[in-house]
């Protein structure tokens, strides 16, 4: 499984970037589909995720309101809408897939999107 995200770049505090993320690979197996963010000089932090069968979605309180997770099962790809984007929201942003509901561990990561904010 290859996961390829894209979308992100330079934006101004109040306006709103759509990332994707096109996973190569049988989509069956898919459990369910993540986003993440590295800011730069911390940790990793989880953003959102979505259920690949049943779209059901969950975000971080940081991004609630502001940022919506969807997928398009026909195109294998998860897309992350962010609205309302805050210089804190100034991060790598990554996108991985879950083949199991048996672990919290995400199987396969994307090599990651940069998308800064400006003030």
């Known amino acids: 499984v290859q996961l390829q995200a894209s979308g992100g770049g330079l934006v101004q505090a109040g306006g709103s970037l759509r990332l994707s993320c096109e996973a190569s690979g049988d989509s069956s197996s898919k459990y369910n589909m993540g986003w993440f963010r590295r800011p730069p000089g911390k940790e990793r932090e989880f953003v959102g995720a979505?259920?690949?069968?049943?779209?059901?979605?969950w975000y971080a309180d940081s991004v609630k309101g502001r940022f919506a997770i969807s997928r398009d099962i026909a195109k294998n790809t998860v897309y992350l809408q962010m609205n309302n984007l805050k210089p804190e929201d100034t991060a790598v942003y990554y996108c991985?897939?879950?083949?199991?509901?048996?672990?919290?561990?995400?199987?396969?990561w994307g090599q990651g999107t940069l998308v800064t904010v400006s003030s």
């Open positions: 979505i259920t690949w069968s049943g779209g059901m979605t």
């Open positions: 991985a897939e879950k083949t199991s509901s048996a672990t919290a561990l995400y199987d396969y």
